[in-house]
C-alpha cells in the first residue's frame, strides 16, 4: 500500500507539498523525505507526533532515544513502520523540525492506496517555499511579541500558541491544492 501526504506549515501562506510512502517504510523513511522535499539538513533532532482530528498532540515518535523516563515506552523513527501506526486517510501528524522553538509541520494521510508500492518515497508536488530550518531566537522572540501585541486581549498566549493551527484547514484540501497547482 502506498500512502499519500500532504504537508504544510503555519508560517507561510501558500506552501505545501505532498508525499507518497510505502505503508511499510518507516517513520525515519518519512522523515528523510520531508526533509529531503524542503532541503532541510538531516543532522538535526526531530519528531512525529501522532494527532487526533483537533491537532492535539498524541504518541511521540523521535529520532533518538533522550534518556526519558524508563517508565515510559520510548518509539523510535527507525523501529516504527508507518502502516503500524497509521490506518485511515485523514490521520493527522504533527513534525516537529526546531525543538527550540517547536516550529512544525502538518501532516495528513490524504489517500492511501492499496495494492501499489514503493520503494523509495517521492515528492509529488512542491508549491510555496518553505519556511527556513533554523530562526535567529531573537528575531523569533520578536514575532512572538508582535503577534501577542496584534491580538485580541482574550487570547491566551500559553507556551503552545506558537505551532498551534494558525493555518486554515482549506491548506489540506486537494481539489484546492491542484487548483493552485495549475495555476503556477
Not at 523510535?76 to 513534525?95: A, K, N, T, V, W
Not at 512544525?104 to 530550518?133: I, N, R, W
Not at 491548506?171 to 487548483?179: G, I, L, P, R, V
Amino acid at each position: 500500500m502506498v500512502y499519500n501526504f500532504r504537508l504544510v506549515s503555519d508560517e507561510v501562506d501558500n506552501f505545501r507539498r505532498e508525499i507518497s510512502i510505502d505503508a511499510d517504510a518507516s517513520f525515519l523513511d518519512l522523515r528523510n523525505a520531508i526533509c529531503n522535499a524542503v532541503n532541510y539538513d538531516k543532522g538535526q533532532m526531530n519528531s512525529f507526533f501522532l494527532c487526533d482530528e483537533g491537532w492535539e498532540k498524541g504518541k511521540e515518535i523521535t529520532l533518538e532515544d533522550m534518556g526519558t523516563d524508563a517508565s515510559q515506552d520510548v518509539y523510535l523513527m527507525d523501529e516504527c513502520i508507518l502502516s503500524d501506526y497509521l490506518e485511515d486517510e485523514g490521520q493527522r501528524l504533527i513534525f516537529v523540525f526546531d525543538y527550540m522553538t517547536d516550529r512544525a509541520f502538518f501532516l495528513e494521510l490524504k489517500k492511501t492506496m492499496p495494492g501499489k508500492s514503493l520503494k523509495d518515497p517521492v515528492c509529488t508536488a512542491s508549491m510555496g517555499t518553505p519556511p527556513p530550518q533554523f530562526v535567529d531566537l531573537k528575531d523569533f522572540e520578536a514575532s512572538l511579541d508582535a503577534k501577542s501585541t496584534n491580538s485580541s486581549s482574550d487570547t491566551d498566549l500559553d507556551e503552545d500558541f506558537y505551532g498551534s493551527d494558525q493555518y486554515n484547514d482549506d491548506e489540506f484540501d486537494a481539489d484546492a491544492f491542484d487548483e493552485m497547482n495549475l495555476n503556477e
